[in-house]
């Protein structure tokens, strides 16, 4: 269902026109736009960044490993959904993993950003895209699985966002969401990245807890690779000049072993391991009724 932004009708969300006050929203380079005005210039992110992601994600260790475990974690808990809204989805990285291995789900993406759209359109030519903010999302009850992957850590309204998300869901849905961890890990990368914060595990289950969410599993990640971490960021904070490519421009054989070691840690955590500090967090939670 769709609940119309100028009146508040709900309506079927293949209706392209509210029924009650005949608002249609716009459209940008063919993408079904639900806040037009901001996209462009949305906040939280710089438009510019997106050329650099799609040119580092599909070989850098950390967006692949991400996407395992993304991709994991949404078969154990979920299976293969019926549908699938992924918010924040960039240049569509994470959902074009997602789409293989969930194949029959419908997917789809959406993004403040019509520049990271362009990119996501022709990454996952299955699923549908809209541009919308996500603090004023027009979904009721539309979707099975709601998910972000490192987007809420953008975003000064986490708390309305994860309410929006509730309220996305069909009853009994759930979300699966990643958030980089630990506010002592922050550095230069992080401003730069546009960050508000880095959560704690427990301001994060708190906040969906508010928002009307059970968690289901929780754990860090990259948890592995935190001594390598506080170690990169310790040198971040140093006088040299900050390189933001600085932690995509590695070796090959380095990112291969990285990797490598990242693999070792999604087993441990398939056995049930549930890792209480890492560089990253995932949360898995169900919609309370």
């Not at 639900?34 to 992601?53: D, H, I, N, Q, R």
């Not at 580092?56 to 809204?85: D, T, V």
């Not at 030519?125 to 972000?148: C, G, H, L, N, W």
């Not at 990169?232 to 990285?258: G, H, M, Q, T, W």
Request: charged residues 20%; contains cysteine.
């Amino acid at each position: 269902m769709i609940a119309c932004p100028q009146c508040g009708t709900r309506y079927p969300s293949a209706a392209t026109v509210c029924p009650a006050c005949a608002f249609e929203p716009s459209s940008l380079r063919g993408i079904l736009a639900w806040a037009p005005e901001m996209a462009g210039a949305g906040g939280g992110f710089k438009a510019e960044y997106f050329s650099t992601l799609v040119e580092m994600e599909e070989g850098n260790f950390w967006f692949r490993a991400r996407n395992a475990i993304i991709g994991w974690a949404l078969r154990k808990y979920f299976g293969e959904p019926e549908s699938l809204l992924e918010v924040g989805c960039g240049t569509g990285f994470v959902l074009a993993g997602i789409a293989k291995v969930s194949a029959t789900t419908q997917l789809t993406g959406s993004e403040i950003f019509i520049d990271g759209l362009s990119f996501a359109v022709d990454r996952v030519r299955t699923a549908r895209f809209v541009q919308m903010d996500a603090r004023r999302m027009p979904y009721v009850e539309e979707f099975d699985v709601v998910a972000s992957f490192d987007v809420l850590e953008h975003i000064e309204q986490d708390e309305l966002v994860l309410r929006n998300f509730w309220q996305a869901l069909k009853p009994g849905g759930g979300v699966l969401l990643t958030v980089p961890q630990h506010q002592w890990l922050w550095s230069e990368a992080d401003a730069y990245a546009c960050h508000v914060r880095r959560y704690s595990a427990e301001e994060l289950h708190a906040k969906l807890d508010r928002a009307g969410f059970d968690i289901v599993r929780t754990t860090s990640f990259t948890s592995l690779l935190l001594p390598a971490m506080m170690l990169s960021r310790r040198r971040a904070r140093s006088d040299r000049p900050f390189d933001p490519r600085a932690e995509f421009n590695i070796p090959s054989v380095l990112n291969s072993a990285l990797e490598g070691i990242l693999a070792v840690e999604r087993q441990l955590v398939r056995l049930g391991i549930d890792f209480p500090a890492g560089g990253s967090r995932l949360v898995v939670a169900r919609k309370r009724n």
